[in-house]
Nanobody, 125 residues
Framework: QVQVVASGGGLVQPGGSLRLSCTGR????????IGWFRQAPGKEREGVSC????????NYADSVKGRFTISRDKTKNTVYLQMNSLKPEDIGEYYC??????????????????WGQGTQVIVSS
């Protein structure tokens, strides 16, 4: 099956860091914009960050700018989301999705065809 799988979540204290991974299964992520999304209990899913295909731009939601960094490791068919200075507002289930040939991605918009199981992020003292 074709999917993208998020991993790397966990429990961290405020101010701490986590690195999430999005790994392609049955597809090559180089051809896709990869978006990260999160959903906190009782809230709508929100876009967090995305990295465009074809060496296009990376973009971030205002709430995470300066704290999160998205990157690709093409040799590992993986996109990372490095999350620093974590806040309690960052809690939620984090998912990644793949949007074919999107060279100018928007963290809140896109046609993300492929999904997988999310990974939980908890920020608590």
């Amino acid at each position: 099956q074709v999917q993208v799988v998020a991993s790397g979540g966990g429990l961290v204290q405020p101010g701490g860091s986590l690195r999430l991974s999005c790994t392609g299964r049955g597809l090559t992520l180089d051809s896709y914009a990869i978006g990260w999304f999160r959903q906190a209990p009782g809230k709508e899913r929100e876009g967090v960050s995305c990295i465009s295909s074809s060496d296009g731009p990376s973009n971030y939601a205002d709430s995470v700018k300066g704290r999160f960094t998205i990157s690709r490791d093409k040799t590992k068919n993986t996109v990372y989301l490095q999350m620093n200075s974590l806040k309690p507002e960052d809690i939620g289930e984090y998912y990644c999705g793949a949007d074919l040939f999107n060279t100018n991605c928007d963290p809140q918009r896109g046609h993300y065809d492929y999904w997988g199981q999310g990974t939980q992020v908890i920020v608590s003292s």
